[in-house]
């Protein structure tokens, strides 16, 4: 007799969706930061743009539907969460362009861990209903990234500081920080959606 796989619930299927624009968008930061790679740059606002439209149908089925798989506040929060996380990612390439703010080896390190991070959270969502103690241990790794891009933002930070002491310098410190402060959110975000992907599957088992 073959394996027949359970059809997968509407609302983890959405975030499960949405979590692979999370990756795709990130792993487009990522070329951009180090390429400066015009598709890179498209790459995100494509999944952003995608990503809000998924958000709005998630929220559409959210109100027309009476039972759901957990609990309709985490759903809609890590919905949220999720897109906040693709928000600065696009918002990073948009102080980018906008502070004239080119690319440097604190930013390619932060991003990397950050796809990492994205990584991690699509594979939670595409476990956490039949595999939840493993979808857990993603969410975990989760927590673990978003400490080493903070690492990353503290260390590049600290070397902004100790520059030359000019008005040029520390225009450029600025703008550079603001950048760097992007990212740095967008791991938040990802931090905060592990932790709720961990909530829910406490609640689950």
Known sequence: MAFRRKKENRFILLLREQAELVEQ?????LRYVTD?????????RRCEHDADEMRRILVDELHKTFVTPFDREDIWNLSLYLD????????????????????????????????????????????????????????????HRENQVEKAYRQA??????????????IEMLRR????????????RADEAANLIGSVIVKMT
């Open 25 to 29: 968008g990130l792993e487009g930061l």
């Open 36 to 44: 400066q790679d015009p598709e890179g740059r498209e790459q995100v």
């Open 84 to 143: 906040d996380v693709l928000d600065y990612a696009y918002s990073t390439v948009q102080e980018m362009e906008e502070l004239e703010v080119d690319s440097d080896e604190h930013l390619v390190a932060m991003v990397d861990r950050l796809v990492r991070a994205g990584e991690d959270l699509r594979q939670a969502m595409e476990r956490i209903d039949d595999n939840p103690m493993v979808a857990l241990d993603h969410a975990r790794r989760v927590k």
């Open 157 to 170: 930070v600290g070397e902004l500081f100790t520059g030359p002491e000019d008005v040029h310098h520390v």
């Open 177 to 188: 920080r603001e950048v760097y402060r992007h990212v740095s959110n967008a791991a938040d």
